[in-house]
């Protein structure tokens, strides 16, 4: 072992390697795998849920502080030592055993089925983005660790489409339907820019910042495409009864008005557009050029400002927030798929 792999190995580290278990087998994300899957379950039967989540959102902190940290002495890749990814992924993963009353072999059963799924996501690296990820010749600690978010992601949705069907969740795939309708006028608001060809208002915003692409044609577009979308769904009779729905599981109650549905409309249309711009802008301060695919970022970059920007409203939950993430981002793949097919944009994702 070199001296800077050595060095690497130091207190500040070893959260890097979870105090040695990444050193110790052969089979290291596999084994960090089986220690997290045992620490979720302690887990899941002393701590609540909230409590869960901020051991999570925690960990992704120390995560990516430990691994940047310890690249700097063993170099900038993903070393197999290197395990607190596979803590962080399932531990995601484990997230699906709050969302159902399980008994105790119940509880064992489907977390050994997660802890499978998770390392099949994981090794066989075939499922986009996290395929794409993985070849970043940039191993940086946030990219270290995203493609285990992005496995971690799959696995918790899978089993709770698993617990669904079983009817451990009493959740029929309306829910889904519901999550989609929540995500369109957003996701028309994220394609519009591209399909907006006059010549009015296309200076771009700030080019230094978010790239001579990001024009006030496009942003000012984007958020009127996202109002009208969702003024349409409810006059269709479809959102009123999704914000019903929603409100119920809250225990919220906001009166469903003109006003409220162009809020919304805006709010929508509003995050989805600034959510391009935060990434076009983070995209720029890695020296990015514009065009080129920001994975899974050029995916998801709508569908966060969207969720942070209503969130007021919907007051969404961890599912709906996994699965608005997880649908959005394919709806978006499959759509820039088919723009480009159709040579309305000239870059693939």
Not at 89 to 113: K, S
Not at 201 to 219: A, C, D, M, V
Request: charged share 15%; no cysteine.
């Amino acid at each position: 072992m070199s001296d800077k792999i050595k060095k690497s190995f130091s207190i500040i580290n070893m959260f890097a390697h979870l105090f040695g278990v990444g050193k110790i087998s052969s089979f290291p994300g596999t084994l960090a795998s089986i220690v997290t899957a045992f620490f979720v379950l302690l887990s899941f039967i002393f701590l609540n849920k909230e409590t869960y989540i901020l051991i999570l959102i925690l960990s992704i902190l120390i995560g990516v502080f430990s691994i940047r940290h310890t690249q700097k002495n063993a170099g900038q890749k993903d070393w197999g030592w290197i395990v607190i990814d596979e803590w962080i992924g399932m531990w995601i993963a484990g997230l699906f055993l709050f969302e159902a009353n399980l008994l105790f072999n119940e509880v064992l059963l489907y977390l050994f089925v997660a802890l499978v799924l998770f390392r099949i996501f994981d090794i066989s690296k075939k499922v986009p983005p996290i395929s794409t990820i993985n070849k970043y010749q940039n191993q940086t600690s946030m990219n270290v660790i995203l493609d285990d978010v992005v496995a971690g992601l799959y696995t918790y949705a899978l089993m709770v489409v698993i617990l669904i069907f079983s009817k451990k969740i009493a959740l029929d795939f309306n829910f889904f339907i519901n999550i989609l309708l929540i995500l369109l006028p957003a996701m028309i608001a994220n394609m519009t820019p591209v399909l907006l060809k006059f010549s009015w208002l296309q200076s771009p915003i700030n080019e230094k910042l978010f790239g001579k692409n990001k024009t006030w044609r496009g942003f000012i577009g984007a958020i009127l495409a996202g109002t009208l979308a969702t003024f349409i769904l409810y006059k269709i009779g479809w959102l009123d009864t999704i914000i019903l729905s929603i409100q119920d599981s809250t225990n919220t109650t906001l009166a469903i008005s003109t006003e409220y549905i162009l809020m919304t409309g805006f709010l929508l249309g509003f995050g989805a557009i600034f959510g391009d711009l935060i990434k076009s802008f983070f995209k720029r301060k890695n020296n990015i050029p514009s065009g080129e695919s920001f994975v899974p970022w050029d995916q998801i970059d709508f569908v966060i400002g969207a969720i942070v920007f209503t969130y007021p409203i919907f007051k969404y939950g961890i599912m709906e927030i996994i699965f608005m993430l997880i649908l959005g981002a394919g709806i978006s793949a499959l759509s820039h798929r088919l723009a480009y097919i159709l040579r309305l944009i000239n870059t693939k994702q």
